[in-house]
């Protein structure tokens, strides 16, 4: 079947499904975080399922290999069509499920992401390299199907994280197994309902469950590859349980990107951009801005104009049309956050706005925070806190506050921010992590590839690049 001969799916909401994904009975019930309503219901994998899974994937590897890249890629654009045919029922579950409001750059923009990604993924040029062509020897560095990739995702960006694991381990004629967070699986599970509607049976498969299912799909010895998306502790026990199959692994894991501005700024020009940096999706990124270090030249003025942002940016349910901010997604880390905040405030932090949460009514809502005069070993700083609170710390010395952010174990982002691009990339290389964006924070490009440093994971995605640590390596000399 080419992609020019498949007609395109339409589900005309949440509803329609959440009809097709929902068990017949039973399963797990998913609830609104922000309205604490029913969304629906997950289904309770089991081993076997994992095992049918991972099967399936392995028989249908060979035939999909054997399309090659230029078929691949049309059924990725095709897929991309398929998620723009259903892209408001998908924005809606996703909203419901997640929280994340419909509009800013939150549930449409994610799901316009999905198939953003997917084409240019597809568009991507792969061709094999050449090392050596003298008399007598040619060497070709090629790049070939690993096999069966599992994907385990998180509950931030369950749609568009999974869609960065799948379009790729697709693209370079993998098959793939989608493990999704326990939090957010029927957003996942309608993403690949959709796509499973364009791409030959069994390429991608989707099981649910709790941990037992992630580990055994790590250990698996028919899965070749892990992509792994989530915090460090989680990427550490995945590390362990893969070892004994020497299973490739990408890995991104989590973060507490710094930023730091320097004294030439216009703070009123700069404040939106990072308040964005550091509040989109509510703070619940993992590449997000989490200490941002302000040169004493300016720190009043960029906290005045930060604070102006904040109050003008509305918070509420997400199918409300009128929020760009929504609810943490869960009662965990809406506890870690209230808590950091907390902190912050005891070891003398001076909140600029926020820091005063509405327990009265439903959702997990915690207001878009701001926290001044904080020392930098204070919690708030120190911790990741993964949500809507921003720790602003006023510095002197260059050399200090570059030592400051690169003190912690982690470095997946951090940004720079002056109005001197060439002595902003002077300050960004030296700064420990995988990417360091200048006068911008978090801007990922399907183009551009990413990935962390130190104990914020390994292995690149996106780009040529990504693609490649999606193959197996061959060289052919001869």
């Not at 959440?18 to 604490?36: F, H, K, N, S, Y």
């Not at 801007?443 to 990413?450: K, Y």
Request: glycine share 10%.
């Amino acid at each position: 079947m080419t992609a020019e001969a498949i007609a395109l799916p339409t589900f005309s909401s949440a509803a329609d499904l959440l009809a097709v994904i929902q068990p017949a009975e039973g399963g797990r019930t998913l609830l609104d975080p922000a309205t604490g309503e029913v969304v629906g219901r997950a289904p309770k994998h089991t081993l076997t399922d994992l095992e049918t899974a991972v099967t399936a994937a392995r028989t249908a590897q060979p035939e999909w290999a054997a399309r090659g890249h230029a078929e691949r890629s049309a059924l990725l654009n095709a897929a991309a069509d398929a998620i723009d045919a259903n892209a408001e029922a998908l924005a809606e579950l996703l909203s419901r499920e997640q929280g994340k409001p419909l509009n800013g750059p939150n549930a449409r923009f994610e799901v316009g992401a999905c198939a953003a990604w997917l084409r240019a993924t597809a568009a991507l040029e792969l061709q094999p390299e050449t090392l050596v062509d003298e008399e007598g020897t040619k060497a070709e560095l090629h790049y070939r199907p690993l096999g069966v990739v599992g994907a385990i995702g998180p509950w931030n960006w369950p749609m568009m994280i999974h869609t960065w694991q799948i379009a790729p381990s697709l693209r370079m004629g993998n098959t793939v197994v989608v493990k999704p967070s326990g939090y957010t699986p029927l957003s996942v599970l309608a993403l690949v309902e959709v796509l499973n509607q364009v791409l030959p049976a069994d390429v991608l498969q989707a099981v649910t469950g709790d941990r037992e299912i992630g580990e055994a799909l790590v250990a698996h010895p028919g899965v070749d590859k892990i992509m792994f998306t989530g915090s460090t502790p989680a990427g550490k026990a995945i590390i362990r349980n893969s070892a004994d199959n020497v299973k490739r692994l990408t890995m991104e894991l989590g973060g507490n990107d710094a930023g730091i501005v320097l004294p030439d700024v216009d703070p009123a020009a700069i404040a939106e951009d990072l308040f964005w940096g550091a509040f989109l999706n509510t703070g619940q990124t993992c590449a997000a801005l989490k200490r941002l270090y302000v040169h004493e030249d300016v720190y009043d003025a960029v906290c005045e104009a930060l604070t102006e942002v904040a109050a003008r940016m509305p918070m509420g349910v997400g199918l409300d049309e009128n929020n760009v901010l929504g609810p943490l997604q869960n009662q965990a880390q809406y506890d870690i956050v209230a808590d950091l905040v907390e902190k912050a405030r005891a070891g003398g932090g001076r909140v600029l706005i926020g820091g005063n949460p509405d327990q009265d009514g439903p959702g997990y809502f915690y207001p878009a925070t701001l926290v001044a005069d904080l020392d930098n070993d204070n919690p708030l700083v120190a911790e990741e806190q993964f949500g809507p609170a921003l720790p602003i710390i006023k510095y002197t010395d260059l050399d200090e506050v570059i030592g400051m952010a690169n003190a912690l174990e982690v470095g997946l982002g951090a940004s720079v921010w002056s109005a001197d691009t060439e002595a902003a990339r002077e300050v960004a290389a030296r700064i420990q992590a995988g990417t360091v964006w200048i006068n911008k924070h978090g801007a990922v490009d399907p183009r551009v590839p990413f990935g962390g440093a130190k104990q914020s994971g390994y292995g690149l995605e996106f780009g040529v690049e990504g693609l490649k640590h999606l193959g197996a390596p061959q060289v052919i000399n001869g």
